[in-house]
């Protein structure tokens, strides 16, 4: 068996970018740490598992509405375009999409460097007719393309699934989206996973799962501080917590202190009182105008949206 060969750029964060974020994340007023840096490999791995809980429909349903929509997406799009994955991590949703569109060259970008090598290796396997050229780099930080991305006769396409545009606060997520459109360029498209609003018992439960999982990733993160910082959180003395704030139109990810605390993080202490929070996430949800009204904001018009029969999810074609 010939070992398939990718082309791999490595622009992985530094130890030294972990530590500053964090702290400066704990400093502050409500404590906030980015949400990027749950996905190490245990991070990721549970990521994955959290894809597969009963309570999470985002996954299904958007892999439902690829499925079903794969040809009407190739025919819009068109063959031989440059595909670019933001955070494409495992590279799974791809998939449904690659024998439709047949780009000429995929490029998977995503912060978490064994992971993505691993994927980006077996697509390669997989599809052996495709390029790959995988970018290992933190897309909030710098988008930009590996050199040797070839340039494609078809369009540039940018591939960002999982709803993970919510992860961004609105202003963020104009921001992250006019990078994109500038990534892609004029006749470029984007298509890209939308999570919608919708009753906030289906929205609890698919962030606060009965297994627990989601809990571990959110709390992996206190022990990922714990292994690279030197930090000495206990982590009995934390919860994890997730609900929709209906006002803002978001979930939003807790770590909840159970006890007054005193913590050491890089060498530095911080006092927690009880019930105090780290915020970890915010995962805005979407009506589908108010998402189209969003990536106008960025440059980008509506080219067709598709929805999964249940009405949870939405993804759109945007083109500049
Ligand atoms: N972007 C997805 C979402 O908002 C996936 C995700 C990011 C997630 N962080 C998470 C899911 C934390 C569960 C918990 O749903």
Redesign the pocket.
């Known amino acids: 068996m010939t070992h398939p060969t990718i082309e791999f750029h490595d622009l992985h964060p530094t130890p030294a970018d972990f530590a500053a974020e964090v702290l400066a994340g704990l400093r502050r007023r409500p404590r906030y740490i980015p949400?990027k840096f749950?996905y190490d490999a245990r991070g990721s791995q549970l990521?994955d598992a959290?894809t597969a809980l009963p309570e999470?429909y985002?996954t299904r349903a958007e892999v439902e509405v690829l499925a079903a929509n794969a040809a009407e997406i190739a025919r819009r799009v068109g063959t031989g375009s440059l595909l670019v994955e933001p955070g494409g991590g495992s590279c799974a949703k791809v998939r449904i999409l690659l024998e439709g569109l047949r780009p000429c060259a995929y490029v998977p970008m995503d912060i978490s460097r064994e992971h993505l090598r691993a994927a980006a290796e077996q697509v390669a396997a997989e599809f052996p007719w495709l390029e790959v050229h995988a970018s290992c780099a933190d897309f909030t930080r710098a988008m930009t393309l590996p050199e040797t991305a070839p340039e494609p006769e078809g369009p540039r396409v940018a591939f960002f699934p999982?709803?993970?545009i919510?992860?961004f606060d609105p202003e963020g997520a104009v921001g992250f989206l006019a990078a994109v459109a500038e990534l892609v360029g004029p006749g470029g498209f984007l298509l890209i996973g939308a999570?919608r609003k919708k009753d906030k018992a289906i929205l609890d439960a698919?962030?606060d799962d009965a297994a627990g999982v989601?809990a571990a990733?959110?709390l992996n993160l206190l022990e990922r501080m714990n292994r690279e910082l030197g930090a000495d959180f206990d982590l009995a003395a934390w919860r994890h917590r997730?609900f929709y704030n209906e006002a803002q139109g978001r979930?939003e990810?807790h770590l909840v202190s159970l006890r007054p605390q005193t913590v050491r993080v890089a060498g530095e202490s911080f006092t927690f009182d009880a019930g105090e929070t780290i915020h970890t996430?915010n995962?805005y949800k979407y009506g589908i105008e108010e998402f189209q009204a969003l990536a106008a904001r960025a440059g980008f018009e509506p080219a067709a949206v598709w929805s999964d029969a249940r009405g949870l999810f939405a993804v759109h074609l945007l083109r500049t």
Do not use: H
């Open positions: 949400p749950f990521f959290i999470y985002l999982g709803s993970s919510g992860n999570d698919a962030y989601t990733f959110n997730a979930i990810m996430e995962s």
